[in-house]
């Protein structure tokens, strides 16, 4: 989609300005580009429109970019796709490439030959400044279900905006394994964002440190007693009742199947 713009007014465009076309794009008179008056039209709005418009990101390939933009203008090159791979936290290479087809079909990069062949040609906030990111450490696997020890060395480093791991709080990243947590949208393989605090408030989804052991679970506060519950399709998965002999690692921020 071109913003707001229908296809109708694309074309009432398109046939406007046509009329001064003529000596401005070279092509135009090109018969291989096009074989009937709609394909005119197209061309116009390629060449004079949709250079012009950016497609609508989502909000995922909004961060994409500002992620992007911030390494190349922090490191002066442009990443390959493996780095961008590692930098994202993406769990294949077709994930990257889809992420950049659309910001080339939307007037945002543009990719040339060789690993590093990424130019950016716009801004998706207009004239607005880029969005600062900061960089979060992914400290391994953490279960959904039955606890298990958590990595205490950073694996990698993931590349996050700043508008969803806001400061002046710090952040830490963990890969989840397990279902039970799967009903809150966190699924297996999931890298999740954690605000780093000892406290929380009951329904908050948090990672627990029961016996150094780690666990991601819905934190409930009853009068006499905390529950960890999960939220599963599988009926397995059961609650784990406790005094106040665990701690609370932080709290989930959102989880991220793909950046």
Known sequence: PLNKMGIF??????????????????????????????????????????????????????????????????????????????????????????????????????????????????????????VKTIKVPILGYVPCGVPFLAEENIESCVVVSEKIAKSPYKYFMLRTVGDSMNKAGINDGDLVLVRQQMTANSGDIIVALIDDEATIKQFRLHKDYIALEPKSTNADHCSIILERDFRIQGVVVRSMPEL
């Open 9 to 130: 007014q694309l074309k009432l465009m398109g046939i406007i300005a046509l009329k001064f076309a003529k000596g401005i794009n070279p092509y135009w008179r090109r018969e291989k580009y096009f074989k009937n008056g709609l394909d005119i039209i197209g061309l116009f709005v390629y060449n004079f429109v949709y250079m012009n418009i950016a497609i609508k990101l989502t909000q995922k390939q909004e961060e994409f970019f500002n992620i992007l933009v911030d390494y190349i203008r922090r490191e002066k090159i442009p990443p390959t796709n493996r780095e961008i791979l590692k930098i994202m936290g993406l769990k294949s290479p077709r994930s990257v490439a889809q992420y950049l087809d659309v910001l080339e079909e939307g007037g945002y990069i543009k990719r040339g030959k060789g690993a590093r062949n990424i130019k950016i040609l716009r801004s998706p906030y207009d004239n607005s400044d880029s």
